[in-house]
């Protein structure tokens, strides 16, 4: 999975619109061939902040919007922030649910993709270690 995020400042004049602007494209993201999911929110402390974020199944896919209007559009978009916006992309190598947690807590936390040790239930993963 590969994660495309932004964070930028628009104008304070420009804030509403940019949020239209960037709902628009993560639905028009979440129709594209890949596309795993989209978010967009404000930063807590300061809500002028907008972060925006497109998680993608195969590099394939991931280059093939980047070549696209879709992308296009997006740019133009980050041409209007007050500083200069903030765009990477974020390779994840590896998931792991819940049982990562009972690992790390029974001391097997050296993890290696598509090994999984820990029991399935979750109160095995959350109760106190002795």
Sequence with gaps: ??????YLQPPPQRTESLLAA??????????????LETH????SHDPRNLCYIEAWDTEENLCSM????HFTRLAELMETAVEPPILDFRTI????GLEFAWQVRHGQNDLRPGEVGAPSPLVKA????P
């Design 93 to 96: 190598t590896a998931i792991h």
């Design 22 to 35: 960037l709902q628009s494209l993560a639905r028009l993201a979440r129709l594209a061939r890949g596309c």
């Design 1 to 6: 999975m590969i994660e495309l995020r932004l």
């Design 40 to 43: 967009l929110f404000t930063e």
């Design 66 to 69: 980047l070549r696209s209007e």
């Design 126 to 129: 959350i109760r106190p270690l």
